[in-house]
């Protein structure tokens, strides 16, 4: 079995990776590291875990284990997974890949050098809604595609708002948080990267640091293809939603986007309004499954360090295209 320890006792690996990866009839979890001590214990505790450890060095040099989950704050994720990659480890890395274009860069060359594989946890393109929307795409059935819409507004219960609306340095606000999946869900969607972007964003709530909380980018995919984008923290009620045009018809995926495998995918056209049929799954079963094919040599990752890397490069292009006001060419 391929034995693994969870790199931060994080929400996310409490609330969905611990259960994908422990279901996994090729994988078990073994371990958990955290910087603090009695965050560690519990966390092992509550989760059924032989071992908890503080100290990063020895967590990874447990010859038992073979994989890390890293899904501590953003800012830590390169170091991790350098010292993974160097430990041996094969890595599953939290999005945003990293903070910096050159830090994802240098986990990538890291991971290689080690030979270990490094996969980036970007999960929608592993929704069966999603993938149900590119199956559309792809088959030629809406025409030629113009336009694209993106609504991930939501809104962050307390237990998410902490570092994410406070801690610049942690990588705080909605591009690092929601603009980074948008983009990784969009080269999934057309095969191909967004040619320049242009972007607003305000704190309209009460982050503090102007950290951006609502966040609109518009985005020109080859193909004269205009994708719009609007990712905020601030929307309780709204829903979220993607909408595809294309000359013959559009595809609308309602409640499509954050965690649970849930949503609608209507599709409307010359026939009328039909509903696609979805079978629900838990996408980070897919990316534990697909990450196991990777490490015995018979699959790839759903997502390589190499596309976490492009969604990061796209984010940060929409927060350059933010600061100097003026669209940016990628
Ligand atoms: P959490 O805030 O739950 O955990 C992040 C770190 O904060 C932990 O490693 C832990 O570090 C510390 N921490 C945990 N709980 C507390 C607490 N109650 N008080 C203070 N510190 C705490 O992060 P998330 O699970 O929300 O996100 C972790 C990563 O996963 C991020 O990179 C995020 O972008 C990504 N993510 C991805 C999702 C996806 O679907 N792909 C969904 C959600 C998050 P320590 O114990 O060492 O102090």
């Known amino acids: 079995k391929l034995r693994w320890g969870l790199l931060g006792a994080s929400n996310i690996a409490k609330q969905w990776l611990h259960t994908s990866i422990s279901k996994h009839p090729d994988c078990e979890v073994i371990s958990v590291y955290s910087r603090d001590k009695e965050r560690a214990a519990a ?31 953003n800012d830590k994720h390169r170091d991790e997974a350098i010292a993974a990659a160097k ?84 990588g705080a606000g909605v591009v690092l948080d929601l603009t980074v999946h948008d983009m990784d869900l969009l080269r999934f969607y057309f095969d191909a990267d967004p040619i320049s972007v242009t972007a607003m964003g305000l ?23 205009l994708v719009s984008c609007h990712d905020t923290f601030l929307v ?39 509903e696609i049929r979805v079978e629900h799954l838990v996408p980070y079963d897919r990316t534990i499954d697909d990450f196991v094919k990777a490490v015995r040599g018979t699959g790839a990752p759903s997502v390589t360090g190499e596309d ?12 350059q295209s933010m600061e100097i006001g003026n669209t940016v060419r990628l």
Request: some cysteine; charged content about 20%.
């Open 43 to 73: 966390y092992a505790k509550d989760l059924g875990l032989r071992r908890n450890f503080t100290d990063l060095d020895a967590f990874l040099s447990d010859p038992e284990l073979d994989a890390v989950y890293i899904s501590t704050t």
């Open 203 to 225: 704190t309209s709530g009460s982050a503090p640091h102007g950290i951006k909380d609502n966040v609109m980018t518009i985005w020109e995919f080859p193909g004269r293809l």
């Open 236 to 274: 309780p009620f709204g829903g979220t939603a993607i909408d595809i045009h294309g000359t013959d018809g559009s595809v609308h995926g309602a409640d499509v986007l954050w965690q649970k495998p849930q949503g609608r995918v209507t599709v409307r056209d010359a026939g009328g309004t039909h």
């Open 308 to 319: 976490g890397m492009n969604a990061l490069r796209l984010a940060l292009a929409a927060v």
């Open 87 to 170: 430990a041996g480890k094969h890595i599953l890395c939290e999005k945003p890949l990293a903070l910096k274009v050159e830090d994802a860069q240098a986990m990538i060359d890291a991971a290689g050098a080690a030979g270990v594989v490094l996969a980036t946890n970007h999960h929608l393109r592993n929704m069966e809604t999603h993938r149900a929307i590119k199956d559309l795409i792809k088959s030629g059935q809406l025409g030629h595609i113009t336009s694209a819409r993106v609504s991930f507004t939501v809104d962050l219960p307390d237990d998410l708002a902490r570092w994410r609306l406070n801690d610049p340095k942690a």
